[in-house]
C-alpha cells in the first residue's frame, strides 16, 4: 500500500491536485487498494469471516421480534421478522459506515503526516467495506421478502439505486464528521453516544404509522421521518422488499437528492481543510 500511496503522491506532485469528484475517480486504484484492505481487516483471524454480517442482525431480528411481537404484543406489523431484518440492514450500513469513517483519519494519522495523498480515500474506503459487509445481508431480505412478504421482483429491483444513495448519504455525513473529529475529538465520542437515541428515533422495529400517538401528531411524525436523514432511506428499502410499495414522490426525491448532495458537501470540506490536517494530527 505504501508504494502506491507514493506513485499516488508523485503524480499530483507533477500534474497539480484535482478536486471533487474527478479526484476520487482519479485515484480509483488507490481507493480500490485501501477497500480491500479494510475488508481484510476487518476479518482478520475470523474463522466465520463476512458470515458475522449475517448473523448480528439475524440475532437481533430474534431478540426485537420476541420482545415486541411475541412477548409484549406491542405491535402487529404482518411480516415482522423480515420488516425488522430490512430495518436493520439499513440501519447498519448507515450506522457502521459513519463511525468507522468519522475515525478513520485519526487511526491513520501516521500516514496522513509523513505523505501526502488524496485524504477522502480513507474515509471513503472504510465506508465502502463496510456496505459491502452490510449489503449482504440483503441476500437474504430480497428472498425472505419475495417469497415469505409482498415483494415482487421488478419492485424488488430499485433497492439497488437505493443502496447507492444510502451509501452516498453514508459517506458524507461520514467526510463532515472525519473532517471535524480531526480538529475536534470529542466528536466521535458525541456520535457515539447520539448513536443509541438515533437508533430508536429510527423506524426499525416499528413504523411511525403504528405508532399510539401518530395521528395526534402529524408534525411530530413529520420531524421524525425528514428531520432524521437515515429515516427516508429505511422506509423506502423496506417498502420495496418487504411491502412491494413504491415510495412515493415526495421520498423519492429525498433519496435521490439529500444523500448524492450531503456526499458533495462532504467531499468538498474536507478537500478545503485536508492540509491542515498534518498539523492537526
Not at 55 to 64: E, F, G, Q, T
Not at 152 to 178: D, E, M, R
Amino acid at each position: 500500500m505504501p508504494t502506491t500511496i507514493r506513485r499516488v503522491s508523485a503524480v499530483v506532485s507533477i500534474e497539480g491536485r484535482p478536486t471533487g469528484l474527478a479526484r476520487v475517480l482519479g485515484y480509483r486504484d488507490l481507493l480500490v487498494t485501501l477497500t480491500r484492505r479494510e475488508l481484510r481487516a476487518k476479518y482478520k483471524g475470523s474463522l466465520l469471516g463476512i458470515a458475522w454480517s449475517y448473523l448480528h442482525p439475524l440475532l437481533m431480528m430474534s431478540v426485537y421480534v420476541l420482545v415486541f411481537s411475541v412477548l409484549w404484543r406491542a405491535v402487529a406489523i404482518p411480516n415482522y421478522p423480515v420488516f425488522v431484518l430490512a430495518g436493520l440492514a439499513a440501519w447498519s450500513i448507515f450506522q457502521a459506515g459513519v463511525y468507522v469513517g468519522m475515525i478513520s483519519v485519526l487511526a491513520n494519522g501516521d500516514l496522513v503526516k509523513k505523505i501526502w495523498f488524496p485524504r477522502e480515500t480513507l474515509v471513503i474506503s472504510t465506508v465502502l467495506a463496510q456496505a459491502v459487509a452490510g449489503i449482504v445481508t440483503f441476500a437474504v431480505v430480497a428472498p425472505a421478502g419475495l417469497i415469505f412478504a409482498n415483494g415482487t421482483l421488478p419492485i424488488a429491483l430499485l433497492a439497488v439505486p437505493f443502496l447507492v444513495v444510502l451509501t452516498a448519504l453514508t459517506l458524507g455525513l461520514a467526510l463532515l464528521l472525519a473532517t471535524a473529529n480531526v480538529f475536534f475529538r470529542d466528536v466521535e465520542h458525541f456520535i457515539g453516544v447520539l448513536f443509541l437515541p438515533w437508533f430508536f428515533l429510527t423506524p426499525i422495529f416499528y413504523s411511525l404509522e403504528s405508532l399510539p400517538g401518530a395521528a395526534a401528531h402529524p408534525l411530530v411524525i413529520d420531524l421524525l421521518r425528514y428531520g432524521n436523514p437515515v429515516t427516508p432511506y429505511v422506509e423506502a428499502l423496506r417498502g420495496v422488499l418487504v411491502h412491494g410499495v413504491v415510495p412515493g414522490p415526495a421520498a423519492l426525491a429525498y433519496v435521490f437528492i439529500v444523500g448524492p448532495v450531503l456526499l458533495v458537501v462532504g467531499l468538498t470540506v474536507l478537500q478545503r481543510y485536508e492540509d491542515r490536517f498534518a498539523l492537526a494530527l
